[in-house]
């Protein structure tokens, strides 16, 4: 089975009808026993029989009737054509004696031939238009290198612009950055200054509605009001303005803040607002956060900058609320934001002292925070 048998012109030098069925049986005798074989021969009934046989397989090698000489180019699947007629044509064999040769050829081993020129007819057809093809799509693929070249260049030429954009981008946001960091350490600077002032005109003006309770007093009735008028509400110590009136029932509706209440003329007092506009206005300088601020900010987890960011946020928020204290829980460790958190508090002006949390309150992965109070 692993044997491999070159044959020249197997069955030769005898009858041709005999020699060509000897083949026929050597060859058959062959794939019998499993074997490989690669056969010449100018027999017409061994290629014809090759094409009809599966496993076999007809090869041969191109011949160039012009130039009588072979191409050497092998073609799998298609036998090679006996070319003695005309080769002796080409040599100048008188004419007579050709077509008397023709004549001699039996119809069988005459169609044989016929349908291996016609093969080869198409063979080359089919060569010359692959040739073209592949210089077509050497072309196109030329073609396309160069589309691919000046895409490239113009995405390049994208990435350089968007990367130029960028950068610029983030040199002004850098730039604002540092603007509004020096904004708010001014900010934070003055907001003890601040704070005083607020705790002062609350003082205040507490102190005038308790000197000078009789400056408000009741409404007669809600008809003498008008929607966007203020009104004071002695109960709440607090100013509202007047979204909506109810003339029937001497109610109003006010707008006290985020709150929306109902109250009776009894409840309000229109009386005596000129000579507290002063005051007003002045109050109405400070505002109150009415979200809730946790008394506990937590930053375990998060990087540097952003814990920073967190920090400055909530003790700014707790301040403003009058918190006397806070904690801080950082973590232990390797210490980096306990590290940051310290420094930052020695910058605050609003923070009298700062220390470690005891055991109960989590020990040094926390830190207690009290605030500068009038």
Do not use: C
């Amino acid at each position: 089975p692993k044997s491999l048998l070159l044959l020249d012109e197997l069955g030769a030098g005898t009858d041709p009808q005999e020699g060509a069925a000897l083949a026929m049986a050597i060859l058959k005798y062959i794939k019998k026993k499993g074997a490989k074989a690669i056969i010449t021969t100018h027999y017409p009934a061994l290629k014809y029989y090759a094409i009809r046989e599966s496993d076999i397989e007809n090869a041969s090698v191109e011949f160039d009737i012009e130039t009588l000489k072979p191409t050497y180019r092998l073609f799998i699947g298609i036998p090679g054509a006996s070319n003695a007629i005309a080769i002796a044509k080409r040599l100048g064999m008188m004419d007579e004696i050709l077509e008397e040769a023709s004549k001699l050829i039996s119809y069988e081993d005459e169609e044989v031939e016929r349908v291996i020129r016609e093969l080869h007819a198409k063979r080359s057809s089919y060569s010359l238009l692959e040739s073209k093809l592949k210089e077509e799509l050497e072309e196109a693929k030329k073609v396309r290198e160069k589309y691919e070249k000046k895409l490239e260049e113009i995405r390049q030429r994208e990435d350089k612009i968007l990367s130029s954009a960028k950068l610029k981008a983030n040199r002004m946001i850098r730039d604002a950055e540092k603007e509004l960091k020096k904004v708010l350490e001014s900010a934070r600077r003055d907001i003890k200054s601040y704070a005083e002032a607020k705790s002062k005109i609350k003082e205040f003006s507490e102190r005038i509605w308790e000197e000078k309770p009789l400056m408000f007093e009741p409404l007669k009735s809600v008809k003498f009001l008008k929607v966007g008028d203020r009104v004071y509400v002695p109960k709440f110590g607090q100013w509202g303005e007047v979204e909506e009136i109810f003339p029937e029932d001497e109610e109003v509706a006010l707008r006290i803040g985020y709150f929306r209440v109902f109250l009776s003329k009894d409840e309000i007092s229109g009386e005596g607002i000129s000579q507290t506009e002063a005051v007003e206005d002045l109050g109405r300088t400070i505002t109150y956060d009415v979200e809730e601020v946790p008394y506990e900010l937590s930053i375990r987890k998060m990087k540097v900058e952003e814990a920073r960011d967190e920090v400055l946020k909530f003790l700014d928020r707790a301040f403003l609320k009058g918190y006397p204290q806070v904690k801080i829980v950082h973590g232990k460790g390797e210490g980096v934001l306990r590290k940051m958190v310290w420094d930052l508090l020695k910058e605050l002006p609003y923070v009298k002292d700062f220390r470690f949390g005891d055991e109960a309150e989590g020990g040094q992965g926390v830190t207690i925070v009290y605030f500068e109070r009038g």
